[in-house]
């Protein structure tokens, strides 16, 4: 089955404990994606990759990396978490070419940052 | 990419058609009509996309008007499990610009039994 993986799904952690959300997808995509969706702000793009080892920033990168070193792969990786990145995460994938037009989206990791 | 408005809200009767209007008025003419839904905190899902002729699948329909300023999309028969967030983005078909989605605050439906 075609499929975005996240894992964790929901995760409570601390200030400025490291940590990292990972994506995984099965479908041999080119392009992939995070987003955040926060109340009354809607989903917003984090990070993208157009292919292994190319990635760049979105609208809202700061206190994020991420890194895209297989191509199934793409990370979140948030160096010293703060309370303000708590959020629902949203992983995508996308084939790289115009013929397929359509994001799968992962089932989405709740984090919580006390 | 062309800024989109939809209403906030909508109810449905159950077994109804769906009707989920879109407004795009500035629009440019290499630019698609995507839809998307989110059911309750799930990640969005893929409905339909179209240029500026009417696609259907099979979760819906898209409508999109001759001047290609507006477009519908439609749910023909709406279940319980169609309550959602629909998305209505506009992007580029092609070129770095067609990847990303930018999401607005979509339309609420709300299927009544």
């Known amino acids: 089955e075609a499929q975005v993986t996240q894992n964790p799904r929901y995760l409570i952690t601390v200030t400025g404990k490291k940590l990292t959300v990972t994506c995984s997808q099965n479908?041999?995509?080119?392009?992939m994606s995070w987003y955040r969706q926060d109340p009354g702000l809607g989903l917003r793009q984090i990070y993208y990759?157009?292919?292994?080892?190319?990635?760049d920033k979105g609208d809202v990168p700061e206190g994020y990396k991420v890194s895209r070193k297989e191509k199934r792969n793409f990370p979140l990786i948030l160096e010293s978490p703060s309370p303000n990145q708590t959020s629902l995460y949203f992983c995508?994938?996308?084939?790289?070419?115009?013929?397929?037009?359509?994001?799968?989206f992962g089932p989405g990791t709740r984090l919580t940052v006390t | 990419d062309a800024k989109t408005t939809q209403p906030t809200s909508m109810d449905c009767a159950e077994g109804r058609a769906a009707n989920l209007p879109c407004n795009h008025s500035t629009i440019s003419g290499n630019e698609y009509v995507y839809w998307y839904r989110q059911i309750h905190s799930q990640g969005p899902q893929y409905i339909i996309h179209g240029l500026k002729n009417n696609e259907t699948n099979e979760m819906a329909s898209l409508i999109i008007t001759e001047d290609r300023k507006s477009s519908t999309l439609i749910l023909p028969h709406a279940t319980l499990r169609d309550t959602a967030v629909y998305y209505c983005i506009v992007r580029a078909g092609s070129g770095a610009g067609s990847y990303q989605l930018t999401f607005g605050k979509g339309t609420k439906l709300s299927v009544i039994p």
């Open positions: 990759s157009m292919n292994v080892e190319v990635t």
């Open positions: 995508a994938s996308r084939a790289g070419t115009t013929i397929s037009y359509e994001q799968y």
């Open positions: 479908m041999n995509h080119e392009y």
